[in-house]
């Protein structure tokens, strides 16, 4: 998400060392944004990081340049950050098949792709990305081959995760220094609020990221926060919580740059933001709300108190999900404040009709602050999704 200068687009791809393995990443847009969201931060990555040749394809260029101004959705090939932008049609597909092919969150490759692939002669590492899940059977399927049914070619599945047996998590070198310098230095924080066009933080005002789907927590939010002791802002991107928004103020929602207040509540429509400004919008807030994955792994690298909405699923398999992850973050955190935080995130997924109980929560900011620096300090002692995708691959290839 948010408000960036458009830089000039490259009009060719960065050179890169040939004997290094080429990549195609092909991504569907499910959810309007986390799918194309992670595949855009593992490209950029893998160009940045590892000096590897990436093209990106995906079926939705017009949800991509929401977190990319740089893309041209009329443009069905392009070249942004190093990585070659393909739309993924028909047309567009007769190409030689890269070394490594990522088909991420199971989408399904183009037929005449994969029969590309047979034909090639060469040795291809073909991966299906999974989703992220915290649950403990994902480090034994972690790694496992699918050989094709009719071609000479094997699958293997790739699970992100929380456990040194998976595939690890999302997250660019340095990214942490990055936010300790930003928390500390009052003057970025400052020029980032004048860029959004958004006054600098009260004396004890709470700023609130939300990000979310459809539910009725939000407006249980508001009616909490306009209620609040202390001035709140919550900023919420374009698109989101539009009808709740409406509901609780009285009155129509027209998109960005929108305000609305009530009681000690001050709700502002941003833009959506590109992903290095939607960190420093994680950043600098004092909680977050996120959704599905790309925004709920960098709330956690945020080191600020969050709460997930996870991506509703049907006959309720998103729960063992939900719980599974809270089961890990709040091993270490305070009895007292586990069982406040639970039922929060609970509520906030629509569990049981509950009501999100934000003032107990908020008595606990505290130690969740305390809790949630400790938790990106202990994730970030482990390897990369990144470099563990890389050396995986490079192993299939030989």
Same mark, same amino acid.
């Given at each position: 998400?948010?408000?960036?200068?458009?830089?000039?687009?490259?009009?060719?791809?960065?050179?890169?060392?040939?004997?290094?393995?080429?990549?195609?990443?092909?991504?569907?847009?499910?959810?309007?944004?986390?799918?194309?969201?992670?595949?855009?931060?593992?490209?950029?990555?893998?160009?940045?990081?590892?000096?590897?040749?990436?093209?990106?394809?995906?079926?939705?260029?017009?949800?991509?340049?929401?977190?990319?101004?740089?893309?041209?959705?009329?443009?069905?090939?392009?070249?942004?950050?190093?990585?070659?932008?393909?739309?993924?049609?028909?047309?567009?597909?007769?190409?030689?098949?890269?070394?490594?092919?990522?088909?991420?969150?199971?989408?399904?490759?183009?037929?005449?792709?994969?029969?590309?692939?047979?034909?090639?002669?060469?040795?291809?590492?073909?991966?299906?990305?999974?989703?992220?899940?915290?649950?403990?059977?994902?480090?034994?399927?972690?790694?496992?081959?699918?050989?094709?049914?009719?071609?000479?070619?094997?699958?293997?599945?790739?699970?992100?995760?929380?456990?040194?047996?998976?595939?690890?998590?999302?997250?660019?070198?340095?990214?942490?220094?990055?936010?300790?310098?930003?928390?500390?230095?009052?003057?970025?924080?400052?020029?980032?609020?004048?860029?959004?066009?958004?006054?600098?933080?009260?004396?004890?005002?709470?700023?609130?990221?939300?990000?979310?789907?459809?539910?009725?927590?939000? +407006?249980?939010?508001? !009616?909490? *926060? #306009?209620?609040?002791?202390?001035?709140?802002?919550?900023?919420?991107? $374009?698109?989101? =919580?539009?009808?709740?928004?409406?509901?609780?103020?009285?009155?129509?929602?027209?998109?960005?740059?929108?305000?609305?207040?009530?009681?000690?509540?001050?709700?502002?429509?941003?833009?959506?933001?590109?992903?290095?400004?939607?960190?420093?919008?994680?950043?600098?807030?004092?909680?977050?709300?996120?959704?599905?994955?790309? +925004?709920?792994?960098? !709330?956690? *690298? #945020?080191?600020?108190?969050?709460?997930?909405?996870?991506?509703?699923? $049907?006959?309720? =398999?998103?729960?063992?999900?939900?719980?599974?992850?809270?089961?890990?973050?709040?091993?270490?955190?305070?009895?007292?404040?586990?069982?406040?935080?639970?039922?929060?995130?609970?509520?906030?997924?629509?569990?049981?009709?509950?009501?999100?109980?934000?003032?107990?929560?908020?008595?606990?900011?505290?130690?969740?602050?305390?809790?949630?620096?400790?938790?990106?300090?202990?994730?970030?002692?482990?390897?990369?999704?990144?470099?563990?995708?890389?050396?995986?691959?490079?192993?299939?290839?030989?």
């Amino acid at each position: 998400m948010l408000l960036s200068k458009k830089t000039h687009l490259e009009q060719e791809t960065s050179t890169s060392d040939n004997s290094r393995p080429s990549w195609d990443i092909f991504s569907t847009v499910v959810d309007n944004y986390g799918d194309i969201g992670v595949c855009w931060r593992l490209a950029r990555q893998l160009v940045a990081e590892h000096a590897l040749k990436v093209r990106l394809w995906t079926d939705d260029l017009f949800s991509f340049q929401k977190i990319n101004p740089e893309i041209d959705p009329r443009l069905p090939v392009q070249v942004s950050r190093g990585v070659e932008i393909r739309q993924w049609a028909e047309s567009n597909i007769a190409v030689e098949p890269a070394d490594v092919v990522i088909e991420a969150f199971a989408c399904e490759l183009p037929a005449a792709y994969v029969a590309a692939m047979a034909k090639s002669g060469r040795r291809h590492a073909w991966v299906n990305l999974e989703y992220l899940s915290a649950e403990r059977w994902v480090d034994s399927h972690h790694g496992l081959p699918s050989p094709h049914p009719q071609l000479p070619l094997i699958k293997y599945f790739f699970f992100p995760g929380f456990s040194p047996s998976t595939g690890g998590l999302l997250v660019e070198k340095n990214r942490l220094e990055q936010r300790a310098l930003f928390q500390a230095d009052i003057q970025l924080r400052t020029a980032f609020w004048q860029e959004l066009g958004i006054p600098v933080p009260e004396k004890n005002e709470v700023r609130i990221s939300l990000f979310c789907y459809s539910n009725n927590s939000a +407006s249980t939010l508001f !009616a909490a *926060w #306009a209620e609040a002791a202390n001035p709140v802002t919550c900023l919420v991107p $374009e698109g989101v =919580a539009t009808k709740q928004i409406s509901a609780f103020f009285g009155r129509p929602y027209s998109g960005v740059g929108n305000l609305f207040k009530k009681g000690s509540l001050i709700v502002r429509v941003l833009p959506f933001l590109e992903q290095d400004n939607y960190d420093k919008l994680l950043w600098a807030c004092n909680f977050n709300f996120v959704r599905g994955e790309d +925004s709920f792994v960098r !709330a956690q *690298w #945020a080191a600020r108190p969050m709460v997930w909405q996870i991506y509703p699923q $049907e006959a309720g =398999a998103h729960w063992p999900k939900l719980k599974a992850f809270l089961d890990r973050y709040c091993a270490d955190l305070p009895q007292s404040t586990a069982a406040v935080l639970t039922p929060f995130f609970e509520a906030c997924n629509g569990r049981d009709a509950g009501v999100p109980d934000w003032e107990s929560l908020w008595r606990h900011h505290a130690t969740l602050e305390k809790h949630a620096q400790k938790w990106a300090n202990r994730l970030i002692k482990k390897e990369d999704l990144t470099t563990k995708l890389v050396n995986f691959c490079n192993n299939k290839l030989k």
